[in-house]
Nanobody
Framework: QVQLVESGGGLVQAGGSLRLSCSAS????????VGWFRQAPGTEREFVAA????????DYADSVKGRFTVSRDGAKNTVYLQMNNLKPEDTAVYYC????????????????WGQGTQVTVSS
């Protein structure tokens, strides 16, 4: 069993940065890939980024590639999403999720979810 808690969201101006954290409980968290998703009002939840259990492989949506970086700290059972050069279209609730699969993009492949953290980017 894995429990996830996101933090680090907030209000930032366009061009600014935020770092989201996904803290996990559960002794087996290090064996899970972790994905970040986001959902804006009236839209479907979309894939943002993912990192493998070892941290050696990552995947990014085209819309965030070059601006967002996903990383993990095994000692702290935490996965991070560093978001730079934020744009108003990045405004959404951001969720982290865990899976035994290798870097899937479909949300249906993730079995554990956090409660989400709001990111708002003003223009």
């Amino acid at each position: 069993q894995v429990q996830l808690v996101e933090s680090g969201g907030g209000l930032v101006q366009a061009g600014g940065s935020l770092r989201l954290s996904c803290s996990a409980s559960g002794r087996t968290f290090s064996t899970y890939s972790v994905g970040w998703f986001r959902q804006a009002p009236g839209t479907e939840r979309e894939f943002v980024a993912a990192i493998s259990w070892s941290g050696g492989r990552t995947d990014y949506a085209d819309s965030v590639k070059g601006r967002f970086t996903v990383s993990r700290d095994g000692a702290k059972n935490t996965v991070y999403l560093q978001m730079n050069n934020l744009k108003p279209e990045d405004t959404a609730v951001y969720y982290c999720a865990a899976t035994r699969m290798i870097l899937p993009r479909a949300s249906s492949n993730y079995g554990y979810w956090g409660q989400g953290t709001q990111v708002t980017v003003s223009s």
